[in-house]
């Protein structure tokens, strides 16, 4: 892991099926938070938005509203291109992928694909942060919640209990529970990396790059 700091990433969709689509990207980084929402074509106001998400965390947070997938994925490429820097971050995630599955970077590669649009995460290190966990006693609590729970426990503005609600807000368009969950989800993720960090050998951090082996 050496001296790479963690950026959290997490999505939210529509759904499971065939049909299903991003409606958020998140990521944290130490000080800022960056949400792009994908509104389906519907109306969302940024700074109402924006203005309450900041009233639920101490980090800065910038939202990017778009009216689609496709807008989504190229706003989070141009995001990584320019916020992530390969040589002093690394990406993490909750279950994002590991080494037998996982479900934010699977999502989003067939995403991509359905989209043509290129990769966002070329030549940048990913390391699960589920397995970096692992080496805590947590009881055997393998959410995010409950973990976090477990290890930290700080109050946050999730208004969700179940993930399958984020599915509902979107197509309900209730845009701010919606914002509030993946605010929510990208802090506690960031922060339990952070506590591995501290605590967790650097041998035990499953460091991959995530480049394919050819970027076009």
């Known amino acids: 892991m050496g001296n790479l700091a963690p950026v959290a990433f997490d999505i939210e969709t529509s759904g499971l099926d065939d049909q299903a689509v991003v409606t958020v990207a998140g990521i944290s980084h130490q000080l800022t938070n960056w949400?792009?929402?994908n509104t389906?074509?519907?109306h969302a106001?940024?700074?109402?938005?924006?203005?309450?998400?900041?009233?639920?965390?101490?980090?800065q947070t910038e939202l990017?509203?778009?009216?689609?997938?496709?807008m989504l994925l190229r706003t989070l490429d141009d995001f990584a291109d320019n916020r992530i820097d390969g040589d002093i971050h690394y990406l993490t995630a909750y279950n994002g992928e590991t080494w037998n599955g996982g479900f934010d970077l699977p999502f989003l590669r067939s995403a991509c694909i359905r989209n043509d649009v290129p990769w966002p995460f070329g030549d940048i290190a990913?390391?699960?942060?589920?397995?970096?966990?692992?080496?805590?006693?947590?009881?055997?609590?393998?959410?995010?919640?409950?973990?976090?729970?477990?290890?930290?426990?700080?109050?946050?503005?999730?208004?969700?209990?179940?993930?399958?609600?984020?599915?509902?807000?979107?197509?309900?368009?209730?845009?701010l529970p919606l914002l509030k969950h993946n605010l929510a989800d990208i802090e506690?993720?960031?922060?339990?990396?952070?506590?591995?960090?501290?605590?967790?050998?650097?041998?035990?951090?499953?460091?991959?790059?995530?480049?394919?082996?050819?970027?076009?």
């Open 64 to 70: 990017t509203v778009v009216a689609n997938e496709e």
């Open 126 to 175: 990913y390391a699960d942060t589920m397995e970096a966990t692992s080496r805590f006693a947590t009881n055997d609590v393998g959410d995010l919640v409950g973990v976090y729970n477990t290890l930290i426990g700080d109050d946050n503005c999730d208004p969700f209990t179940d993930s399958e609600e984020a599915v509902t807000a979107f197509e309900n368009g209730d845009w």
């Open 40 to 42: 389906g074509d519907r």
């Open 45 to 59: 106001s940024t700074d109402s938005l924006t203005e309450a998400l900041n009233q639920c965390t101490d980090n």
């Open 35 to 37: 949400i792009v929402l």
């Open 188 to 216: 506690r993720t960031r922060e339990l990396a952070e506590l591995a960090g501290r605590f967790v050998p650097s041998s035990d951090f499953a460091m991959k790059n995530l480049a394919p082996p050819e970027v076009r």
